[in-house]
Structures are given as structure tokens and as C-alpha cells.
């Protein structure tokens, strides 16, 4: 005990107010490792290096899930000094190469020692270089002595890969626990043992600060960094440090990218954000009830109905002007889901026929006539629902020209058929920070009118406000910019991805189906959204998908690699021009929430 105690005031410096953050016991009579409360500390001193290192020294190590401190002392050496002792040591060592015996074996070592010195000198007299010294110390801590040896033995392998020689610290641990401290020791016999010489232009390799993982100060938990246990936060909305707030999610069926979604969804309803959910497979409805969101459905059975044809007072910003041709570009964009890829020539007839549709209501281009009059007054009143034509009036406008009755006979579904759903005013209000869009009943082959009736309402609603933040979500966005769609409509889906960043809003484009949403105009539709996303998230991909991706993502070798093999949970993250692998974590309330267990 009484070693114990004078080596305790190495520690403390006799200032007993710090006892608190003293230990309460240390075991320094090993010589492999030393104890300090419970915990066995063991050093490695980097003894060698590379010649020539182009890579980060740290990098490998740092990103390791085991427990180390790390600390670098750098000296800086009198550069007038230093020149003159390599000077001569030019001298000493070309002399003695002409004067020796070329056969003996220690004639490549001094070669290397003499061009180096040569390099070195012309370094500091040429580029205007310094030279230090370099200490390198490694500490590794663990309860167990046994994964200590083990985690020792792993970090030399990696250390030896990157070109670092280590040294175990045997009778010399207090002295690394010492140095490993932020105490600025680093005592002369391990400096001894450590000393190497670098350059200004070396000092690159030592940089210690090398972070794999993203921790924006205003952000959301997303998970865990895979390799070294780092806490992943991401502040999609920070302008400075990202292009937009856009997110793609791409992952297999079942690979946890719905599972994210809804994480997201979840935290950025307790932060406030407005948020728009266009729901295709009914994932999300229990997400609602638990929130107190908006569920909206459409379908045969719905009792809510929402009109294609109104034109609503958020269409365009205060100040604006053109509230009927901004709705009938949009309803160009429907109908040629409906009609199929009409030409020129039938666009423009249908444009007319729209046009005619509103006269009939009163509505024309004057953007006054979306108002209520009083007594010829215009009134500060925007127009109602029951106000507006709805699309049996232009059915019946459409039936009264012979050259677009084929059009009136496509429209029969929407206004007389199992559609006719479509065919009525719009009786909810979109008034809440969470409005989930259940298209599920619309059936496999009518979701996409679906999807574009909601895409189009929640763009609008993206565009009221440019202080709020909000986001709108689109699953299996391959619907509306994929084969099955059209040039109008994914122009209608780019254009809000490369907009909306103005409006302080985030598009996230979600799917499971890589190949459908690069299958339109040869993918550029696919490629501008992923382009326009600051944020990709790649769960598991077969492997098919994962080539495809290659071609329009900027995927290396070993990313293709890894997104195959990625577990359930697990993604791999574009995060601006951080490439990160993350597996997500939530709490178990939010669990019970999102999988809706009580």
C-alpha cells in the first residue's frame, strides 16, 4: 500500500481538492499491462514507419470498436541546425560508400539513410519545409485481460498493414498510461524507443481527426456507425453544410427501409415538421391513429373525396400570379395517365376543353375570378369546393366534340364506373402536421392517378409556407417516374425534387424496385432525383439492383460488396460526401409505436 500511495502522487501532484477524479486503486506489478479501478490499460509504441506513407496512419485504427486512447507528440526541430547535421551526414556516409567494400550487406541500408538525408535537406532548403520528430503511443484498455491480449493482437496486425511497426510497452506501462493522458507527458525512455523524423508535408498522414460518422448538433438520432459503435446524427434541413434536405431510401422488401421511414416520420413529428405521406401499400395507417395524423383514404369504399379539377388557394405563392394555367399544366400531366402519352395536337384540344369547363364556372385566367364577388365587388374570399367543376362536367363538354369523345370514353371509369369516386367536390381539410394518403384501395393498376392526385395536393401545401419546414414522402416512387408513367408526370416529381429546398421542404423518394425507377427516358428521371438527393440510404440489394445502381450512383467495389451483405437494419449512407455504414436504432417505445405493440 505504501508503493501504491507514492505512486498514487504521480497522479495527484499533492492536490488533494482533486481527489474525486483520482483513482481508487492502480496495480503497476505487471509488467504487460497495468490496472487502474477494475480496468487493464496496455500501450504500443510505433517504432517504424513506411518510407513513403500516401495514406492516413489513424484511419484503420480509429475506425476499430475497441476501446484506445491515442496520443501523438510532434517536436519541432531548429531548422538551421538540422540542415547543417544532415550536411553532414551527406558527407560522412557518401564517403564511406566509395570507400567500402560494395559486398558488404549493410550497403543498401546506408544508401537509404543517404538519399534520404539528401531528400530531406532539399525539402527544408528548397520547399521551405520543417522537420520534427514524431511520438506515437497506443494504449488499449479493457476489463478483461484476455480481450485485452486479443484486442492487442488485432490492433498490431492493422498497425503492421498500414505500415506502422508497434512495440508492446512491457515495463514501460505507467509511463504510455502517463503519456496517453492529457497531462503533455512523454517521458524521455519512451522517447528513446518512439523518436522518428518527419517533414511539414508528412504531418498529413498523423491527421487524427478522421471521422466516419456524421454528428450535425441539430440533428436526429439515425443509429450507430457499424464499425466503431459512433452515434450517427443528421440535420437533414442545415442549409450550410447540405445542397437540400432530399432523401432517397432504397432497399430490398423486408431489408428495414419502411422500419426507417417511419423512425424518421416518428422524431420529426416531435420536432414539429409538417409531413405528407403518400402510402401505396397501407404501411403507415397505424403510424397515424398513434400520432394523431390525417388519414385520408380513397377508394370504392371511402367516404372522402378529393376533386382533381379544384384549384386551391395555396396552388401558388402570395404575390404570384396564373392560377389557371399552373392547374391545367398539372392536369395535362394527370390525363396523360389516363388518355396515354397524348401529342401536341391533343394536348392543345384538351386544353381547350379544360379551359371551356372553368368558363362554365366562372373561372377564366383572371386570377380575380377565384374569388367571391359581392354585389360586383371582389371579395377576400377564395372560391369553395362546391365552386369548382369537377370531372363529369368535363366529361359532358368532352362528349360534345367528336374529336375528343375517345377522350369522354376513358373518362366513363372516373365519372359513371368503379372510379366514380373521382367524380365528386372535395369534402376534407388538409390541416394537420401529419396527412397520410392511403391509396391502397385505388388496386395495382389505378395507383399512380392516385399517387399524382395526392402529389400534386401535398406539393401544394409544400409551397404555402417557406419559414416552415415540412416533407413529403413517396413510396414506390417508381409508380410516378417509372415505365408506367410519363414524361409530364416525372418532370412533375424531378421538378419537385429540385425545387423544393427553396420552400424549406424535403422530398423523400422511397422503393424497392431499382430497375423501375431508372426505366423511363432511359433513367434520366430516376438519375436527376437520385442526383438531387443529399441523402441516400441503400439497405440490402440483390444483387441484380445493386448493378443497376452502380451505373447511376457512384458505388465503389467494396460498397457493392457491402450492400449486399448488409443485415436487416443495416444501410449504407450518402451523407453529402460522407459515405457511412449505419445501423439504425430506436428506442423501444418507438418500437412499440411503429410496430404498434401495446
Known amino acids: ?127 521551405n519545409e520543417d522537420l520534427y520528430f514524431l511520438y506515437l503511443y497506443i494504449i488499449l484498455y479493457d476489463k478483461d485481460p484476455k480481450n485485452l491480449e486479443y484486442y492487442l493482437n488485432k490492433i498490431e496486425g492493422i498497425s503492421q498493414s498500414k505500415g506502422i511497426q508497434t512495440r508492446r510497452a512491457n515495463f514501460r506501462q505507467e509511463e504510455i498510461f502517463l503519456s496517453t493522458l492529457p497531462l503533455m507527458e512523454n517521458k524521455d525512455i519512451l522517447k528513446e524507443a518512439s523518436r522518428r523524423n518527419i517533414l511539414t508535408s508528412g504531418l498529413l498522414a498523423t491527421y487524427p481527426f478522421i471521422s466516419s460518422t456524421i454528428f450535425d448538433s441539430n440533428g436526429i438520432f439515425i443509429g450507430t456507425n457499424i464499425y466503431n459503435n459512433s452515434l450517427v446524427f443528421i440535420d437533414r434541413y442545415n442549409t450550410e453544410k447540405y445542397k437540400n434536405a432530399n432523401i432517397c431510401i432504397f432497399g430490398t422488401s423486408g431489408a428495414g427501409k419502411s422500419f426507417y421511414t417511419k423512425l424518421l416520420i416518428l422524431r420529426y413529428k416531435l420536432l414539429g415538421i409538417k409531413q405528407y405521406i403518400i402510402d401505396p401499400d397501407r404501411e403507415y395507417n397505424k403510424l397515424s391513429d398513434e400520432l394523431k395524423g390525417t388519414l385520408i383514404k380513397l377508394g370504392p369504399t371511402s367516404k372522402t373525396y378529393i376533386n382533381i379539377l379544384e384549384i386551391r388557394k395555396e396552388s401558388i405563392e402570395e404575390g404570384e400570379n396564373g392560377y389557371l394555367a399552373t392547374k391545367i399544366s398539372k392536369l395535362i400531366g394527370f390525363f ?57 362536367d368535363l366529361y359532358n363538354i368532352l362528349g360534345e366534340d367528336e374529336k375528343t369523345k375517345k377522350f369522354k370514353t376513358k373518362l366513363i371509369p372516373f365519372v359513371e364506373g368503379s372510379m366514380k369516386f373521382f367524380n365528386n367536390y372535395t369534402n376534407i381539410k388538409f390541416n394537420n402536421d401529419l396527412i397520410i394518403a392511403d391509396v391502397y ?158
Not at 510505433?46 to 484506445?68: G, H, S
Not at 375570378?369 to 367543376?389: A, N, R, T
Request: net charge negative; proline share 1%; glycine share 6%.
Open 1 to 127: 500500500m505504501k508503493k501504491n500511495n507514492e505512486k498514487l502522487k504521480i497522479y495527484s501532484g499533492g492536490i488533494k481538492k482533486f481527489d474525486k477524479i483520482y483513482p481508487s486503486y492502480v496495480n503497476i506489478q505487471n509488467p504487460k499491462y497495468i490496472e487502474v479501478d477494475n480496468l487493464f490499460y496496455s500501450g504500443l509504441i510505433a517504432v517504424d514507419y513506411y518510407r513513403e506513407q500516401t495514406d492516413l496512419l489513424l484511419k484503420n485504427l480509429i475506425e476499430t470498436n475497441i476501446n484506445m486512447n491515442i496520443s501523438m507528440f510532434y517536436e519541432k526541430q531548429d531548422s538551421y541546425k538540422m540542415i547543417k547535421e544532415l550536411t553532414y551526414h551527406i558527407g560522412n556516409v557518401g564517403l564511406e560508400i566509395k570507400e567500402t567494400n560494395e559486398n558488404r550487406q549493410d550497403m543498401d541500408i546506408a544508401s537509404y539513410t543517404y538519399n534520404d538525408a539528401k531528400y530531406i535537406r532539399k525539402e527544408m532548403q528548397v520547399n
Open 336 to 392: 396523360n395517365l389516363i388518355f396515354g402519352e397524348m401529342d401536341e395536337e391533343e394536348k392543345a384540344i384538351l386544353e381547350e376543353k379544360l379551359i371551356e369547363t372553368y368558363n362554365k364556372k366562372g373561372i377564366n385566367f383572371n386570377d380575380d375570378s377565384l374569388y367571391k364577388k359581392d354585389k360586383e365587388k371582389i371579395i377576400k374570399e377564395f372560391k369553395g369546393p362546391k365552386d369548382m367543376p369537377i370531372l363529369g
Open 441 to 598: 384501395d385505388l388496386g395495382e393498376e389505378n395507383l399512380q392517378y392516385g399517387m399524382y392526385l395526392f402529389t400534386d395536393i401535398f406539393w401544394d401545401k409544400i409551397k404555402e409556407n417557406r419559414n416552415e419546414k415540412k416533407a413529403i414522402y413517396l413510396d414506390e416512387i417508381w409508380r410516378l417516374i417509372g415505365v408506367t408513367s410519363n414524361k409530364n408526370v416525372a418532370s412533375f416529381i424531378y421538378k419537385i425534387f429540385k425545387t423544393i429546398r427553396k420552400y424549406g421542404g424535403s422530398s423523400v423518394a422511397i422503393t424497392q424496385d431499382i430497375s423501375d425507377i431508372f426505366s423511363l427516358d432511359e433513367g434520366i428521371y430516376g438519375k436527376s432525383i437520385l442526383n438531387n438527393s443529399s441523402i441516400k440510404t441503400f439497405f440490402s440489394l440483390e444483387e441484380e439492383n445493386i448493378k443497376i445502381l452502380s451505373e447511376f450512383a457512384n458505388l465503389s467495389e467494396k460498397e457493392k460488396v457491402e450492400i449486399k451483405s448488409l443485415k436487416r437494419g443495416e444501410c449504407l449512407m450518402f451523407v453529402g460526401d460522407d459515405h457511412i455504414l449505419t445501423k439504425i436504432e430506436s428506442a423501444e417505445i418507438e418500437k412499440k409505436i411503429i410496430e404498434n405493440k401495446k
